[in-house]
């Protein structure tokens, strides 16, 4: 069984300050997810990375895949109370073949406060 | 394009009863996912329809089923409910693309 883990589980940080939320795995994906969920609504896709050392930007987000695809972060630059909700990453472990099977991860609750 | 529509948003049952969820992809996905997100287990995958065909499926016991329809809406179904199952159930479509999800609202079922 493919697992991901998430770290940290719980973060509350000040509006401005910069945060960093890792995914680690022992084993290789495909590609990998990050999700943002708010209370009461589904998770919302941000980004996909699939080359090894893939890095992709959103505005203030910056997302990193490892060299060996096993591992993936997730940086936020000078957080903004909107940033606030549940961040959780999802390896997709087979590429083609995973049909809608992702491993997510137990999740970050991010909270900025004001 | 209007985006993964998921009815009923809430649900409470009692034990032993069972619950039909429905969902409405988003137009032209035909890949429909199920997942259950508790804060003990977090995301995880039930099963998976293309086609009206299940290509995929998580280990949840054999009380949990889905189907899907030739228009791709899809409806899962759990009988014999325990307390365990309460959970909020997603649904997700996707356009064959790196399985990314698209997730609708999801259903909270709770179990009493």
């Known amino acids: 069984t493919q697992l991901l883990e998430q770290s940290p589980q719980f973060l509350s940080i000040q509006e401005g300050e910069n945060l960093t939320v890792y995914c680690n795995s022992s084993s290789v994906f495909s590609s990998l997810q990050w999700y943002r969920q708010e209370p009461g609504e589904g998770p919302v896709l941000l980004v996909t990375v699939v080359t090894g050392g893939e890095v992709k930007k959103l505005k203030r987000l910056t997302f990193q895949f490892g060299d060996a695809r096993k591992d993936s972060s997730l940086h936020i630059t000078a957080a903004q109370p909107g940033d606030t909700g549940l961040y959780l990453c999802a390896g997709d472990p087979l590429g083609g073949t995973s049909y809608g099977k992702l491993t997510f991860g137990q999740g970050t609750i991010l909270t900025v406060h004001p | 394009k209007a985006g993964v529509t998921q009815t009923p948003r809430y649900l409470i049952k009692t034990r032993g009863q069972q619950v039909t969820l429905s969902c409405s992809p988003i137009?032209?996905?035909?890949?429909v996912s199920w997942y259950q997100q508790t804060p003990g287990q977090g995301l995880q995958f039930l099963f998976e329809y293309f086609s009206e065909t299940q290509r995929n499926k998580g280990n949840f016991p054999g009380r949990f089923s889905g189907r899907q329809f030739s228009n791709s809406r899809s409806e899962m179904n759990v009988s014999t409910l325990e307390l365990g199952d309460s959970a909020l159930y997603l649904c997700a479509s996707n356009e064959g693309l790196l399985n990314e999800q698209f997730f609708g609202p999801g259903t909270r079922l709770t179990v009493l």
């Open positions: 137009s032209g996905h035909r890949s």
